[in-house]
Every structure is written in C-alpha cells, then in structure tokens.
C-alpha cells in the first residue's frame, strides 16, 4: 500500500521560512493536500492540488511537488503557525495520510 | 455558515456498537461526497470511510472494512457511521468532513471542511 512520509518535528525561528517535507513514491504524479491541525482543535485545510490555497490561508503558505517529495512552505513563521501539519493523497482507493509534522516556532 | 456537527459518541464496551452522526448545514448536502477520519489519542489523521454524493458509492479503510457501514439521508442533511465490533483500537475523535473530488485524468482528494468531532472510548 501506498505510504507518506514525514518528519516528526520541525523548528523554525520566528520570522524564518521552514520547509515540511512529504516523500511518496512517484507522489509528483499525485495531488497533494496539507492539514493544519492546532491542539485540542479539528484539521484546516490549508494546501490542495499540490499549491492551491483555500480562501482565508495567508499567502505565507505555499506547496509545491515533484518527484518524490511535496513540500509545505511557511514563509516569514509566526507564533500561530505551531501545530502538526499532515500531507494527504489518494492513492488504490484510499485516503493516505502522511504521520505528520509537528512545527516548532522558536 | 457551512456547519457539521458530529454527535453519537460515547463510552462503549469492547465487542459493542455505536451510530455516530454528523449534521450538515451551509452547503447543498446531496452535491458532496463525505467522509470519517479518526484520531486516536496522541496519534495522527486515520482515514475511515468515504460515501458518495448519492451515496452509491463507498470506500473502507481495511481497518474498518466489515465492521463499520457509512451511509448518509440527503432529504435529512445527515452523515452516518454505523460501528459494530468496536475494540479499544476504535477509541479516538471521530470527525466528519466534507470532500472534494475528482477520480478522473489527474485526479485529486481533500477535505476542505471538517467537524469538531465526537469522541468514542471502547473500554470495559
């Protein structure tokens, strides 16, 4: 079965840009969608279709995908950007979440 | 506004059943394809089910295949999860969400509004 990887944690400084990773077999070939989820609350989507932004998401988020990895972009970290963020696909008639990331701003 | 708000959980004993439902309003229920994802205390997003628009349609996450039936009354705008057999690997928030997709060339897959959730705690 199809299966998304990514990093448990990631810190970024205050102001900083920091890069979360999803790597996937051929995932370049897929669409990807981001979560963002705050504690104690539900998942936002933030990403989908790999770089599309839902309505509401600051421009600091962007996605990107090729090869054998999507990446989430958060440009310019703020204190409200902690949460875990989760890549998801479909893949062989199934929703495949990636284990999630969980960022540090610093 | 577009809502949906879970409701049906609970604590049940191992081997029990539990009916979760998710109440849908802001949107035009019977265009939407929906689905259940899970999260287990301190653990990531599991997906469960996914129905279609009209609801002929389903998918399974093999955890569940055979125990659980998703279904979904488009002139009641309401999702439904049917959990039978349920084990201490059940207990997590059960969150409803509205899907968007598209199984063509390209295909895609995401869920772009999401319930609070309702908990379910399988223990004796």
């Known amino acids: 079965s199809y299966e998304l990887t990514q990093p448990l944690s990631v810190s970024v400084a205050l102001g900083q840009t920091a890069k979360l990773t999803c790597a996937g077999d051929?995932?370049?070939?897929?669409?990807v969608c981001w979560y963002q989820q705050k504690s104690g609350q539900a998942p936002v989507l933030i990403i989908y279709?790999?770089?599309n932004r839902p309505s509401g998401i600051p421009e600091r988020f962007s996605g990107s995908n090729s090869g054998n990895t999507a990446t989430l972009t958060i440009s310019r970290g703020q204190l409200g950007d902690e949460g875990d963020y989760y890549c998801?696909?479909?893949?062989?008639?199934?929703?495949?979440f990636g284990g999630g990331t969980k960022l540090t701003v610093l | 506004e577009v809502q949906l708000v879970e409701s049906g959980g609970g604590l049940v004993q191992p081997g029990g059943s539990l009916r979760l439902s998710c109440a849908v309003s802001?949107?035009?229920?019977?265009?939407?394809?929906m689905n259940w994802v899970r999260q287990a205390p301190g653990k990531g997003l599991e997906w469960v089910s996914t129905?279609?628009?009209?609801?002929?349609?389903?998918y399974y996450a093999d955890s569940v295949k055979g125990r659980f039936l998703i279904s979904r009354d488009n002139s009641d705008n309401t999702l439904l999860l049917q959990m039978d057999s349920l084990s201490a690997e059940d207990t997590a928030v059960y969150y409803c969400?509205?899907?968007?997709?598209?199984?063509?060339?390209?295909?895609?897959?995401?869920?772009?509004?999401w319930g609070k959730g309702t908990t379910v705690t399988v223990s004796s």
């Open positions: 969400a509205r899907v968007e997709l598209w199984f063509g060339e390209n295909y895609f897959y995401f869920m772009d509004v």
């Open positions: 802001g949107f035009t229920f019977s265009n939407s394809a």
């Open positions: 129905i279609s628009d009209r609801g002929d349609t389903t």
């Open positions: 051929n995932i370049g070939t897929k669409n």
């Open positions: 279709r790999d770089n």
């Open positions: 998801q696909v479909w893949a062989s008639d199934s929703v495949i």
